[in-house]
């Protein structure tokens, strides 16, 4: 399961991130997307689409561990719909 979440800070910055906890391992990926270009909502689906990118690239290595599904969890409404 990937949790993901995206934030912009007082002085301008926005960030992104996506967290895999599995019994096996734990992986974190982060992302600086700059200052004054980006919302809380791009910085989102940023996240969401560094997890996704990460499982494309786990693909042989998940169905090695006969891993079907695999989740993203996003608190953002507006980012998923």
Known sequence: MWSTDGSHSDNGRVRAAAVCKHSYE???????LGTGC???YDAELWAIGLALGEMVNRGQRLQMHRLKTVAVVSDSHATIQ
Do not use: A, F, K, P
Not at 26 to 32: A, F
């Open 26 to 32: 734990s992986s974190t990926h982060c992302s600086h």
């Open 38 to 40: 980006m919302e809380v």
